[in-house]
């Protein structure tokens, strides 16, 4: 089983400028990434046989306010063979929220993607089928931003929050 630190290191060599942050803080340790390496730090984790990270137990993503003008998705990968947990994050921008689909490596993150995107607008790009999930297909908006504003009325109906 690999340490934190191999695993710091594997990651560096597949970033495509070596950049890669530890966050020890984080709840399993993360390596936090450039959006751009996502798709292919994941892909080779996944296909390493030293990793092997057969499973992606979660995908989240986080609006950290118009102040801000970012927002973070997180990846909580697991090796079942290696019963080993990482955390991937990247900072993507809050105006145009775009990030490579990492679909093509697990499926279960088709829903986690769609849900992401239904609540925060996060686009996927290459996702297979990226629409809402959770929400109306004509809902306006996106519930999980910091500066979403709740509907008073929805087809008619009055919502008390």
């Known amino acids: 089983m690999l340490t934190f630190d191999q695993l710091h290191t594997f990651v560096k060599q597949h970033a495509s400028n070596g950049e890669v942050v530890r966050d020890e803080e984080a709840v399993p340790k993360a390596l936090i990434v450039h ?3 996502v ?3 994941c892909a080779a984790l996944n296909n390493d046989p030293s990793t092997y990270f057969d499973m992606l137990s979660c995908l989240t993503g986080i609006d950290n306010g118009p102040d801000a003008g970012t927002m973070e998705v997180i990846y909580n990968l697991y090796s079942i063979p290696f019963n080993h947990h990482l955390m991937i ?6 105006e145009n929220p775009e990030i490579g689909s990492v679909t093509s490596i ?3 993150a088709d829903w986690h993607e769609r849900e992401a995107y239904d609540l925060l607008g996060i686009r996927f790009l290459n996702h297979p089928d990226l629409r809402r999930i959770l929400m109306p297909a004509d809902w306006e908006g996106y519930p999980l931003k910091k500066d979403y504003r709740n509907v008073e009325y929805y087809r008619g109906i009055r919502f008390d929050y």
Not at 89 to 94: L, M, V
């Open 35 to 37: 959006p751009a390496d």
């Open 39 to 41: 798709v292919r730090v």
């Open 89 to 94: 994050k990247t900072e993507i921008p809050r």
């Open 106 to 108: 697990w499926r279960t």
